[in-house]
């Protein structure tokens, strides 16, 4: 398909991504808080990129699951294709005019689109943007994101907000992952036909919601 981002060509093919965060040996030993690493795949487990998260040890020990970020997404041939960046934003329904966002790039240096935080009392809510700032659709997550023993839905949904079209689930991973290490397993389904820049800015949401929701500081366990 002509003018798609380069590095993005693989996700014209995909209605499906797991991104699978590798598990940091230090962190699970001494609970102490380290730049986050992710697996990206297809629905056969079959890697597509590799993701890292850059920050300093500042802002992990102190922000936590609030710090700034950028994820730089490489491909397998070690080229940069895609770049998150969240900056230092508030997670309280108290505070909506300072809520979270997100900026995706795609290739590094051009916008693909955004991810919103919209208020809502009581369910989480985000607006997918794309490069204009125009709302392409909406993700709703449940009252309660705990997830005990079961996979957390988040839907994805038309504008309209009635009608769903895919979904992104954090699975269950177990109750050693979840009590000793923030790791996480999460799965994005959408329509293939979706815009490959859309389906960029989901990965993007992908990591926002992991740390707005599953990622706990380990230090008073």
């Known amino acids: 398909t002509p003018n798609l981002p380069p590095g993005l060509e693989y996700l014209n093919q995909l209605d499906q ?73 508030c997670n309280s329904c108290c505070f909506p005019c300072f809520l979270q966002q997100l900026e995706v790039q795609s290739p590094p240096g051009t916008i693909a689109g955004y991810v919103v935080q919209n208020w809502d009392p009581f369910l989480p809510k985000f ?8 709302d392409v659709l909406k993700i709703i997550g449940p009252y309660a994101t ?25 699975y269950w991973s177990g109750f050693v992952n979840n009590v000793f290490t923030n790791t996480a397993n999460f799965g994005i389904q959408v329509p293939v036909d979706l815009d490959v820049r859309i389906k960029a800015v989901m990965i993007g949401a992908c990591f926002l919601i992991d740390l707005m929701f599953f990622e706990n500081s380990l230090d008073g366990l």
């Open 17 to 89: 991504i797991i991104i699978h965060q590798q598990v940091e040996l230090l962190e699970a030993i001494l609970g102490t808080e380290t730049s986050s690493k992710y697996e990206i795949k297809n629905h056969v487990g079959q890697r597509v990129y590799f993701a890292v998260e850059e920050n300093d040890c500042f802002d992990r020990r102190l922000c936590a699951p609030l710090r700034s970020f950028t994820i730089r997404i490489a491909d397998n041939a070690g080229r940069e294709v895609i770049r998150v960046i969240r900056p230092l934003r």
């Open 127 to 134: 607006t997918i943007q794309n490069q204009s700032k125009e």
């Open 146 to 170: 705990c997830g005990c023993f079961e996979d957390v839905d988040f839907e994805v949904k038309a504008l309209n907000e009635m009608t769903t079209i895919g979904k992104i689930s954090k």
